[in-house]
């Protein structure tokens, strides 16, 4: 596609109930990233895919949070039993490979969590 | 551990010229980028240094100094469209980008 595309743009949740999101990137990209970004803060990263490479799961911020990445393409992020705190923007990002690391950002979707 | 510092606001008047400074400690590195972030958008790319230097583009230009860890992000010619944060990033030696907190950056008339 032209850009990197999220879905949905908004989500309202109660507290406990799981959650996805979706991203598509940038065709012919193979690295894939989440991010969060709560008001006014700078990026958290959470998850990075290169390839058919295992994923870095290292900025995931407990066992609730969870993503994949199908077919080397689309990803999820998934989040179960929804906390208040879990409430931010949530960014998805691509890039050509992760030498050539100019990251393309989604437009983001706003979790929020009652 | 890996540290990016850079200013958490800064205020220019419109027309002039403003520097936002960005240090760095990471574990190794593989080049610097700037990033432009308005209000309730995602950021979006401006500039890449690897190299020591200075990199022009157009209104903006962006240093690097690799042995003091150093980048600043000059912006001249100030518009009020360029209100927004400004966001340092520095690529670690596993090619992961390590995200400053941001400027955010006050033009006013």
Redesign the interface.
């Known amino acids: 596609g032209a850009g990197v595309s999220q879905s949905p743009s908004n989500k309202v949740t109660e507290k406990g109930k799981d959650v996805e999101l979706r991203c598509d990137p940038i065709s012919g990209h193979t690295a894939l990233y989440w991010y969060r970004q709560s008001l006014g803060q700078g990026l958290e990263f959470l998850i990075y895919f290169q390839g058919n490479s295992a994923p870095d799961k290292s900025g995931l911020p407990s066992d609730r949070f969870s993503a994949e990445r199908t077919g080397g393409s689309v990803s999820t992020l998934t989040i179960q039993r929804t906390q208040q705190e879990d409430s931010a923007v949530y960014l998805c990002a691509s890039s050509f490979s992760r030498e050539r690391n100019e990251q393309f950002f989604g437009p983001g979707t706003r979790l929020t969590v009652l | 551990g890996q540290n990016i510092d850079q200013p958490t606001e800064m205020t220019a008047t419109e027309g002039a010229i403003v520097q936002i400074n960005c240090t760095y400690q990471t574990s190794g590195f ?2 610097l ?1 700037w990033y432009q972030q308005h209000a309730g ?5 401006l500039s ?1 240094n690897v190299l020591d230097g200075l990199e022009e583009k157009g209104r903006f230009s962006s240093f690097l100094s690799r042995s003091k860890g150093y980048s600043y992000l000059l912006l001249k010619e100030l518009q009020m469209k360029d209100s927004a944060s400004y ?1 340092c990033a520095v ?1 670690d030696s596993n ?3 390590i ?4 400027t955010k950056l006050i033009i006013k008339p």
């Open positions: 593989n080049g980028f958008e995602a950021p979006t790319f890449y966001l690529m090619y992961q980008l995200w400053g907190a941001g």
